[in-house]
Structures are given as structure tokens and as C-alpha cells.
């Protein structure tokens, strides 16, 4: 199986950056399954119903997520009105999982690929430097002893701010998932590697979005707030927009090959 993950997609840039290129990048790789973090896609801060709706119809099967998950309210009653509708779109948006247990949505999704193969997709949060929460590792441990043992491809989206925690995750999960990709910091990393047990990681698959702006907002706005201390409302930059994330793939649910992927949109 070849899975492409793509990096927090960032406001409209992003979106559009998706758009116009997710179908054609797909195609030219022979992707099977397409994943990507979405937490940011309403002008880079949460996302709302129909934005999860317009993702999927590009071509993205799961969407995940983290801490500005909960940053427009409207996505709440979304996965309220999925209750008791096993195929409303509403349950391939993930949040984390160790987030409380009375909070709406899921972090784990299983699915089937269009040729039949079985999939899981976990989103976690990191604690480190973040908002304390359920611990991550043993979160982990106990979602992945639910999954059947024909489901043996499993991607982890761990959305979380320090490398070695990130990097921790993969040495946890070395050999019992596919991927562990860390998301947040907006910045790829150029340091994807496959782990003894067959486990591909990466720190960060970087932001799908401006990078004109500091990691996906205007300049003048981050500026503004770190020289002058003034909460000025940061909104989304625009140009040099590119596409980030990684491609991976799988052979009996064990990575075999990673490659970060970066694409500059030129037009």
C-alpha cells in the first residue's frame, strides 16, 4: 500500500494548494490512501463542517487533527448529528484520542482502501510544552489492542510540539504501526528513517500552506504580537504556497520506503 500524509493544511493557501494538486499527485504515485491533518484549515484556526466536507472531496479519506480542533464550535454538533450514521463523513475527522473520554468525535478510524485492503488511522497529542492530557504512549497501547489482526496498516498523526517526545512515540511503536508522522510545529524535518521493527517516522511532515508568512500567518501580525505583546489576530499569508508531507509505503502493514514530499505551487 502507498499512503500519502499531508502536513496541517493552513487556510485558504492551503486548500487550494490541495485542490489543484492532490488528484494529479495521487495519480502520477499510484497512492492507495490519502491522510491529512486538517486542524487548521479554517484560516488557520480549526475547521468547520463544510471545510472537512470540501477536503474529502479532493480526494482525502481521513482527516486529522489537534489542539485548534476544538477552535470552531460548529464542529461539534457535525459529529453530534453522526450518531447512529455509520457512513457519515463526520467520523473520518479524527481529534485526538487522548483528549477526554466525554468530549465528542474519535481518534481512531478503520477503513477499507478502494482495492479492499484494511486501515487504521490514530491521531494523538503530545504533552510536552503542550496542554496536559491523557498520556499518549498508553493511549496508544490500549487503541491499537482494539484492532482486528487483519488490520496491519496503521498511521499515527502525533500532533505535538517537541522532538523528542515525537521521536519517543516512534521508538514505542516501533513494529506494531506503519507510521508514526509528527504534525504542529508547521516546519518539516529532514529526518525520516525506518526504525528496526519496520516503523517509518518522521518529526514533521511541515505545514501545507504560505511559507512567505512565520509558519502559515502573516509576518506583520506575529511581528506585532512578539514585539509589542498586542494579541493581534493573526491571519494567513499568502504566497510561496507548497504542499508538504511524506509518502509512504507498506508491505504487510511494515514500511518498506518514506520520502518527504514538497511541492511549490508556480501558479
Known sequence: MRILFIGDIYGQPGRRVVRDHLADIARARAVDLVVANGENAAAGFGITPPLAEELFSYGIEVLTSGNHIWDKREILPYWEQAAGEAAHPAHRLLRPANFGRALPGAGLYQ??????EPYAVLNLQGRVFMTPLDCPFRKADELLATLPAECRT???DFH????SEKQAMGWHLDGRVTAVLGTHTHVPTADERILPQGTAVQTDVGMTGAYAGIIGSQVEDVMQRLLQGYPARLEPSSGDVRLCGAVIDAQDGRAVAIERVMLRKTD
Open 111 to 116: 477503513g477499507t482502501t478502494r482495492a479492499g
Open 154 to 156: 496503521i498511521l499515527v
Open 160 to 163: 505535538a510540539e517537541a522532538t
